[in-house]
């Protein structure tokens, strides 16, 4: 176990410095704006080495592509302006302690028209004044968009190719957008990278390995996949040494000499890594902050997480902090510079995107704590030096995940965890190694694997740099399935006279709750089919069109097997599915089972048309529905309740489960939402428990609010769900009172307990290995939420939680605003939910 | 034929003028279309969208770079795309055809398009194609709008459509 070092773990002594004061401040004072350097020379390349008309490109032809766009794009050491609300142009005073930026702007939109940026064609002259969440973009930037990049891309696109090539009936499904979102037309991420090697050997050696590889690879595939590797990392090389001579340069003509010696520390440090092993802690932060950059020049960063970096950089840290390299001060200072940088881009959304995404940033998640290989306590001083600076800085991204272990993490550091929740209103998540552990060991990774787990993208664990797991790669929309369900077939968002997927039977003649369930059964894996196979076609796609060295570079595997991680080169090969609508779904089978099947309190006729007409003349049915106590509902400990959610569990990871993917591997089943509860809630109409038309689902795991009035039984519902059907991760969103003053002390108290009785389990046996697999929060009350409403410039900065990952609650849609209001609200000295009225929704 | 003898009189012309002269006459000729973009919506939309795209190509230069090759451009080709646009309910079907920097519209049903659009009525379509707060996947997520085909071709002609309407001065 690492030796804490640190006194006082709360670290309060230690605040933001006037340099980052200055670079927040500017952080948020700066508007997104849309970058196109990428496209333009990712374009010239295509263009002048005919990639565009080949009918494969093979690995080697993209990483010299990627060679050739970090070696001649602009290195930026600081940026010297941004635009602000308005699109107002303003001078910002950079002084970062790390050069380099994912774009070419200080708060920059990637562009990557092989994925979806042509879906912001229509919007380039509008973009820039669209209501929510605008992008700046010049005029002259939009002309070369136009002109000059995107009708190249028009044909060599990846759902494009995808269309093209196999024609995928599946397509259809997912265009109606309804019933699935498969996230491969924009991206390879959600994924989980490590920079050890980085770190440690530095990339010079991993190009020397791939040469010796290359000389004793068994055939050309191979030959082609090391000197890719070798290509793709010189182009790294060459990046970080281009910011270096950028910085001398600088540094030459300063004349102030504080920031003349800052320039030639990041001229020196830039010249060494990430070439050569890190020897300080600042160098090990460079040479991860300059990887991460190519990373994202690869692929769009969604949900790209870079895992346990408290465990990469602890020798560093100590190291420096024992021979006085850096003081903990220092260390904090440069944590805070990273996470900034971390956070200095947003994802290219489309207006529409904004519905179902609205607000989201690129969700980079970062792991600290947990247990080591062994299963000894990880946690060390770098995990609070960390949480300290997750505590002052309060931003999106990055994305604070925090490992926590039953019996072996110490009670000071849960209460650490909780007492940063409390303080930053949101974060971190809190993640039960238990639970995750045996969750990941009944998908067949070995013991130690599974230990070295990071979480990915909002809640997904995958084994630190082995797994290539891309846990985001479907949205399944459940609601659909019952949807078609109840209308044989048939959806009310595409209309009665479509079928849209097979009859299973009118629901108005089953004499049984077991023949219901069957044909939901065998719709949802009608929609399992559907969403699998057509990721399976998207991914043949991308190994067809998209190879990506970067990332094989910096995974455990591919250079071992001398293949990609998208062709399976990684020692893991999952594919990840998500839910959406779990407890919506669940509350609708039990209020079936209940009212119509065993009670015989109405038809199913008669509840078909009570949801046709949304409730209208059958406003006492609908009460009936919501009302717990009249209707089971999940997360009251009732056991036909919590039985349907079991059942559908186990269902959709058998369903999942037996799919291959296309590099061999299997999926594995989540349930986390993002912001597409809200999103998807909005285009659907009235279900059978008591929800009406185009109002929001529950998010993640966590069952629909206010009809759950005690927390422990919340809690223990939740906790008895299977772990080892949830391997891709679940949200379990709760807020609770914020309790301020002589009661804050006893609140941070109830509120570790609460967290250790959940990971625990109902059973209360910690080495069960059962128990909630993972935990947030929003402590905010209702009240400054709906001030947040009315009154959004006083509050910038407020974080929220959404369905695993963070956003700022300005920047979320009114319907996902609404959303994380009604939550349901629990005062943790009472332990009993708290009474409002559900918040209007706002035009 | 139509289409040849306008492009045949005005592309000389679009030539000598600048391209605010372009856009102007443009403007000029196309008060239906403002109409139809602003105002009460009719089932001409389409057909006058169209023809309004139309001319634009024919007497605006800066308009018709959208469908050229752009200059000092060594590889590519004018754009090609085939489009056919149509109500669900088979009423209406109009269909736009560009190849070498020229747009030919056509009152038919066309084999061998790019991309079909069934829309569900000319609201439904000028909501695809122009609201100020949706966009194309929007009217998806709406169903009111059906594509089948490349969905990329209807990507740039929702900026061509767009980029009339600000030259027209109403976008």
């Keep these: ?76 050491v600081r940026h010297d302006r941004s635009y602000e609300k308005g699109m107002v142009p303003f001078k910002i005073k950079d002084t970062s302690l790390f050069a380099g930026s994912t774009t070419g702007k200080f708060k920059g939109v990637p562009l990557y028209p092989e994925f979806l940026a042509l879906a912001l064609w229509p919007e380039l002259w509008t973009i820039t004044k669209r209501k929510n969440n605008p992008f700046y973009l010049s005029e002259e930037d939009a002309k070369e968009l136009n002109y000059n990049i995107f009708p190249h891309w028009m044909e060599n696109t990846i759902q494009e190719l995808s269309r093209k090539k196999y024609h995928p009936n599946e397509m259809k499904t997912f265009e109606r957008l309804v019933f699935f979102l498969a996230s491969k037309p924009n991206c390879i991420s959600h994924t989980l990278p490590d920079f ?28 082609k996949f090391y000197s890719a590797i070798a290509e793709a990392l010189e182009g790294i090389i060459a990046y970080s040494r281009n910011l270096s001579k950028k910085a001398q340069e600088m540094a030459d003509k300063e004349t102030d ?63 420096d902090i024992e021979k006085g390299v850096i003081t903990i001060a220092e260390a904090i200072e440069l944590i805070c510079c990273l996470w900034l940088k971390i956070g200095d881009h947003v994802p290219t959304i489309p207006d529409a995107g904004e519905q179902l995404f609205g607000g989201t940033g690129s969700n980079q998640a970062i792991t600290i704590g947990g247990v080591d290989k062994d299963g000894r306590d990880a946690v060390n001083d770098l995990t609070y030096i960390m949480l300290r600076a997750t505590e002052i800085m309060q931003l999106r991204d990055p994305n604070l995940n925090a490992r926590y272990y039953p019996g072996v993490s110490l009670k000071g550091y849960l209460k650490r965890l909780c007492e940063v929740n409390v303080n930053t209103g949101a974060t971190p998540a809190l993640h039960n190694d238990k639970a995750v552990i045996k969750a990941l060991t009944s998908k067949g990774e070995g013991i130690e694997q599974a230990r070295d787990y990071g979480v990915i993208g909002c809640v997904e664990p995958g084994s630190n740099g082995r797994a290539y797991g891309h846990t985001g790669a479907i949205l399944l929309n459940l ?186 591997g299997h999926y594995r089943v989540g349930y986390w939402t ?87 389990g109902a059973d209360g046996e910690i080495d069960s290995g059962n128990g909630g697999m993972e935990i947030q929060f929003n402590i905010t009350t209702h009240d400054t939420f709906a001030d947040a409403v009315a009154h959004p410039e006083k509050y910038p900065e407020l974080l929220v939680r959404v369905s695993g990952y963070t956003a700022y609650f300005k920047d979320l849609n009114p319907q996902m605003q609404k959303e994380i209001i009604d939550r349901t609200e629990y005062l943790l000295s009472s332990g009993r939910a708290v009474d409002f009225e559900p918040f209007p929704l706002r035009e | 034929m139509a289409s040849r003898l306008k492009r045949t009189l005005l592309n000389p012309i679009s030539y000598i003028l600048p391209d605010s002269g372009g856009n102007f006459i443009t403007r000029l000729f196309s008060k239906s279309l403002q109409e139809e973009l602003f105002g009460k919506i009719t089932d001409k939309f389409l057909e006058i969208l169209l023809y309004g795209m139309d001319f634009g190509f024919c007497i605006s230069k800066g308009f018709r770079k959208n469908i050229l090759v752009p200059a000092g451009c060594k590889q590519g080709e004018n754009f090609k795309g085939r489009y056919l646009f149509m109500t669900a309910d088979n009423l209406v079907s109009a269909s736009a055809v560009f190849n070498d920097g020229n747009m030919t519209v056509y009152k038919e049903e066309i084999a061998d398009w790019n991309v079909r659009i069934t829309f569900k009525n000319a609201a439904a379509l000028r909501a695809f194609l122009f609201s100020k707060n949706q966009d194309i996947l929007n009217s998806l997520l709406a169903n009111e709008v059906e594509v089948d085909g490349n969905l990329n071709y209807i990507y740039k002609f929702g900026f061509m459509a767009r980029d009339l309407s600000r030259r027209l001065g109403v976008g």
């Design chain 1, 1 to 76: 176990m690492p030796e804490i070092t640190i006194k006082d773990l709360s670290l309060r002594d230690y605040n933001l410095t006037d340099r980052v004061k200055n670079l927040k401040s500017a952080y948020f004072r700066a508007m997104p704006e849309i970058c196109i350097e990428r496209p333009t020379l990712i374009t010239r390349f295509h263009l002048e080495n005919g990639l565009f008309d080949k009918e494969r490109i093979f690995i080697l032809d993209k990483a010299k592509a990627y060679r050739f766009t970090l070696e001649n794009r602009t290195p930026v």
């Design chain 1, 196 to 223: 050890s090697k980085a770190v440690k050997k530095g990339l010079r050696a991993v190009i020397n390995e791939a040469k010796d590889r290359r000389g004793v690879a068994k055939d050309d595939s191979q030959r």
């Design chain 1, 257 to 319: 000499p504080v920031l003349k010696k800052e320039l030639f520390d990041i001229a020196k440090i830039n010249n060494r890594v990430p070439e050569f092993p890190a020897q300080t802690f600042r160098e090990g932060l460079t040479t991860v902050w300059i990887c991460w950059t190519a990373i994202h020049l690869e692929n769009p960063n969604v949900g790209m997480s870079l895992g346990r970096l408290d465990q990469v950089l602890c020798d560093l840290y100590r190291y």
């Design chain 1, 479 to 664: 609601t659909s399935a019952l949807d078609l369900t109840l209308f044989n077939g048939r959806h009310r968002h595409t209309g009665m006279d479509l079928l849209i997927s097979k009859e299973t039977g009118d629901p108005t003649k089953f004499n049984t709750f077991d023949e219901f369930k069957n044909a939901f059964a065998e719709q949802s894996r009608w929609l399992v089919e559907q969403s699998s196979a057509l990721n399976n076609i998207f991914g043949r796609i991308h190994q067809d069109f998209y190879p990506t060295p970067v990332l094989s570079a910096l995974f455990e595997g591919p250079m071992e097997k001398g293949k990609d991680v998208i062709q399976g080169g990684a020692v893991i090969n999952s594919s990840g599915a998500t839910i959406i609508g779990l407890a919506d779904v669940a509350d609708s089978l039990s209020a079936i089972q209940k009212v119509v099947f065993e009670e015989r309190g109405i038809s199913f006729a008669e509840l078909l048309d009570a949801l046709n007409k949304n409730f209208e003349g059958y406003e006492a049915l609908q009460k009936r529905l919501m009302n717990p106590d009249k209707t089971p509902k999940y997360g009251n400990e009732e056991p036909a309740a919590d039985e349907n959610v079991r059942w559908i569990i186990d269902m959709l990871d058998k369903s999942f489960g037996e799919k291959e993917n296309y590099r061999g």
């Design chain 1, 674 to 760: 993002m912001t597409n509860h809200a999103g998807f809630g909005r285009l659907m109409k009235a279900m059978p428990n008591g929800r009406k038309a185009h109002e929001n689902f529950t998010s993640g795991i966590t069952p629909v609010s206010a009809v759950t009035p005690v927390l422990t039984k919340a809690l223990n519902s939740i906790a008895k769900q299977p772990v080892q059907c949830l391997s891709n991760g679940v949200a379990l969103n709760l807020k609770y009172t914020p309790e301020n003053g002589k009661g804050r002390d006893k609140m941070l108290e109830n509120f570790a307990a609460s967290v250790r009785a959940y990971f625990d």
